[in-house]
């Protein structure tokens, strides 16, 4: 069974750090590119970060409103991909759910290419 789950999310101060795991089980990252995405209450989903294959240099992509405060890394060995968020907003909270596309045209994302999905992990930046 495919299957891609968010962990880490939860509840943190305003300049707070986090970091979310985006495990696969029933297929292999190393073909993939990986996003992560977000979606806050009332907007739509948004693209956050992508990595691209290791085969194909593993680059990174960031949304303007993150670069610079998150990191998105990959373990082909564990079939995981990080997402570290540091320096972390109340406009950070939303949904965050991870995403694998078979192919990829480059920044920003197309959610409609992205071949599976996470659920989606809660992360609420607040005092």
């Known amino acids: 069974q495919v299957q891609l789950v968010e962990s880490g999310g939860g509840l943190v101060q305003p300049g707070g750090s986090l970091r979310l795991s985006c495990a696969a089980s029933?297929?292999?990252?190393?073909?993939?590119?990986i996003g992560w995405f977000r979606q806050a209450p009332g907007k739509e989903r948004e693209g956050v970060s992508c990595?691209?294959?290791?085969?194909?240099?593993?680059?990174?992509y960031y949304a303007d409103s993150v670069k610079g405060r998150f990191t998105i890394s990959r373990d082909d060995a564990k079939n995981t991909v990080y997402l570290q968020m540091h320096s972390l907003k109340p406009e950070d909270t939303a949904v965050y759910y991870c995403?694998?596309?078979?192919?990829?045209?480059?920044?920003?994302?197309?959610?409609?290419?992205?071949?599976?999905w996470g659920k989606g992990a809660l992360v609420t930046v607040s005092s």
């Open positions: 995403a694998a596309a078979r192919s990829f045209a480059g920044w920003p994302p197309n959610i409609n290419v992205m071949n599976y």
């Open positions: 029933g297929f292999t990252l190393n073909y993939y590119t």
């Open positions: 990595i691209s294959t290791t085969i194909n240099g593993g680059n990174t």
